[in-house]
């Protein structure tokens, strides 16, 4: 049982909204799965992605992208790239399974104790990257993308750290709400503690600090980490998917 913000929770189920999990997206990728199952119908990962992007941006005009509606439905490590056309290619990444889980077994995420409205802050970033400036940010963002997808397909786990510092780095200079002097003080303490690097989740302002910390510095790690939470996570390989159909209903 892990404790946020004074509240118990028992799975990622009872993590916060507003934490950058991707949770509205993958409420909304899950329960098209499981409408589509009650009525008897099979879909693609692609099809339920394209679907939850459908309600959540055309519909509910929410400023957001694309990336989490297909990250829950695809699940596992990709490179997702977006074209203006609209149209979207998932591209596996498939490491060496040792080197997968050692990658797993790096990564730590601790909790900031605050939540946040994501859509305050991609509407200010949305207006950011009209400036020249800030719209060569981003495409230095999108290049370290690809950069990671090479490492990982070479087994390099350690410069997945390296590169994470960098694009945080480059996050905050898009805006000023995407971090604060809090989140700054926990990224910085954590790379005193032995991280290579790490980024904020989600949009910015609040949520959870990944971390990527190898194995033998993460007995000190903890112990100056210490005051803060830590959620204990790994990766998932399918996405979204039904796990049980029966008389009463269904499982997602």
Request: proline share 2%; hydrophobic share 40%; charged share 20%.
């Amino acid at each position: 049982m892990y404790n946020l913000n004074g509240v118990d929770i028992n799975s990622i189920a009872d993590v916060p909204s507003g934490t950058g999990l991707g949770s509205s997206s993958s409420f909304s990728v899950g329960l098209l799965n499981v409408i589509n199952a009650y009525n008897n119908k099979s879909i693609s990962s692609e099809a339920l992605a394209r679907m939850a992007c459908n309600i959540e941006i055309d519909l509910l005009k929410s400023p957001i992208g694309k990336q989490d509606q297909y990250a829950a439905s695809h699940g596992g490590l990709n490179l997702i790239t977006f074209y203006p056309d609209e149209s979207v290619n998932v591209h596996k990444i498939i490491m060496d399974p040792h080197k997968k889980q050692e990658l797993d077994d790096n990564l730590i995420m601790i909790y900031t104790g605050n939540v946040r409205s994501a859509n305050t802050i991609l509407e200010q970033q949305n207006i950011a990257i009209e400036e020249k400036d800030k719209f060569n940010v981003q495409k230095k963002m999108v290049r370290l993308a690809f950069d990671l997808k090479d490492s990982l397909e070479n087994n390099d786990i350690d410069n997945f750290g390296r590169i994470l510092h960098e694009g945080w780095l480059l996050k905050k200079s898009m805006i000023k709400c995407i971090s604060n002097s809090m989140i700054d003080e926990i990224y910085n303490q954590g790379i005193m503690a032995g991280a290579l690097g790490g980024k904020l989740l989600g949009a910015g302002g609040g949520g959870f600090v990944l971390f990527y910390c190898p194995k033998e510095k993460q007995a000190n790690f903890r112990k100056l980490m210490q005051d803060y939470t830590e959620l204990k996570f790994g990766f998932d390989n399918f996405g979204s998917k039904i796990i049980y159909i029966g008389d009463n209903g269904y499982g997602i």
